[in-house]
């Protein structure tokens, strides 16, 4: 348990490793509202793919669009991952049908930082395919300050396109495109309700994709107001509050606040009866720490969600600082991955 008035209990090696993340964001973004893309790129550390499978996993880059840098990493599980032991993911329902589910990921960094081939989000997206039995997409879009809102939304929906044509050669046959996920974490999560909006509302856009679930993964969403968590954990690594009005500052349109639909999506009424409007918004899972500045907007996302009479799942982690799930040795890690299985699982056999 943890004191969430205090300090959350953490291994000192992820101290370190979060205070090293905090301060490469702080090196190379810029006070003119530019990032030093030469320095973030030397410090980012990236992740090449295979030539061969690895560990159950065929792994490769698909390029959707050269001139804007779109492209997605794409996770295949073998025939041997896809047969795991029953019960334990979707892997029945798959070892019966030999299709799989699709599972789009957004990765975080706050619009402006990182990539698919990060080595963070590569660690996390082969888990995901391991362990969900599941095909995993995630997808490099372009980032802020250079690219603002909408790229970030138009790049994600494009790439939703681009695989319901099925215009690559390299996806696998038995991607099942009926039993689609999307989700992220943080910014990335934020991209992932934005894209879903627009599918679900696109009801003729797409052939064969359908997305059934939603999850939202310490999502970055804002406002003008401070909340409660925002101010008690202002200086908290990563996210803390001169680091977050940045990053909104540099991807809004000019002339934006944070009451900006991007960052505040129920703020509204608007927004409010758009949402109830639409019926075929996903099945959403939230998933909120304990100790991140952000959980009161993400605690108000799934009230929104509740309000328009959407299906929604909360997870609480008291423990969980922001992108708590990118260290193995913390054990919320374990119990996020095992309710990401769950909620897969759970909506696959429906």
């Known amino acids: 348990m943890s004191d969430t008035t205090g300090s959350p209990i953490l291994p000192w090696k992820t101290r370190i490793a979060l205070s090293i993340l905090s301060r490469v964001t702080d090196f190379t973004r810029r006070d003119n509202g ?5 320095l973030m790129n030397l410090l980012d550390i990236t992740k090449q793919i295979p030539s061969q499978p ?3 996993l ?3 880059d698909i390029t959707v669009d050269p001139s804007r840098n779109l492209w997605f990493r794409l996770y295949t599980p073998t025939d041997e991952t896809a047969k795991l032991p029953a019960g334990t ?4 329902d798959a070892a019966a049908t030999g299709n799989l589910p699709v599972f789009i990921f957004f990765h975080g960094g706050g ?3 990182l990539s698919a081939a990060s080595i963070g989000y590569d660690v996390v997206c082969r888990r995901f395919a391991r362990e969900n039995s599941a095909i995993v997409v995630s997808v490099n879009y372009r980032l802020a300050p250079e690219f603002k809102y909408p790229c970030q939304y138009d790049d994600g929906f494009d790439v939703l396109k681009f695989i319901d044509s099925k215009q690559c050669k390299e996806f696998p046959a038995n991607a099942d495109l009926s039993r689609c996920f999307l989700g992220g974490d943080s910014a990335g999560a934020n991209i992932a309700h934005h894209v879903t909006v627009r599918a679900s509302n696109s009801t003729t856009t797409f052939q064969e994709l359908k997305i059934i679930g939603l999850i939202q993964i310490q999502p970055f969403y804002g406002g003008e107001e401070r909340t409660e968590s925002e101010i008690r954990l202002r200086n908290a690594p990563l996210v803390s509050l001169p680091r ?3 990053l909104w500052k540099v991807f809004l349109p000019d002339g934006s606040d944070r009451n900006h ?3 505040n999506v129920f703020g509204s009424d608007k927004s409010v009866e758009d949402m109830k409007r639409n019926p ?6 939230v998933v909120i720490g304990g100790f991140d500045p952000l959980q009161d907007w993400a605690k108000r996302y799934y009230e929104g969600l509740k309000k328009c009479g959407k299906d929604v799942d909360l997870i609480v982690y008291p423990n969980g600082v922001h992108a708590f799930y990118c260290f193995p040795e913390l054990p919320e890690t374990d119990l996020l991955f095992k309710e990401i299985k769950d909620f897969i699982t759970k909506k696959c056999l429906k």
Do not use: C
């Open 280 to 285: 075929n918004f996903p099945h959403t899972l």
């Open 89 to 92: 993911t979707a892997a029945e």
């Open 34 to 38: 530019t990032v030093n893309r030469s």
């Open 54 to 56: 690895v560990r159950g």
């Open 111 to 113: 619009f402006a930082f």
């Open 244 to 246: 977050t009005d940045w």
């Open 261 to 263: 639909e991007a960052a």
């Open 58 to 60: 065929n792994i490769a």
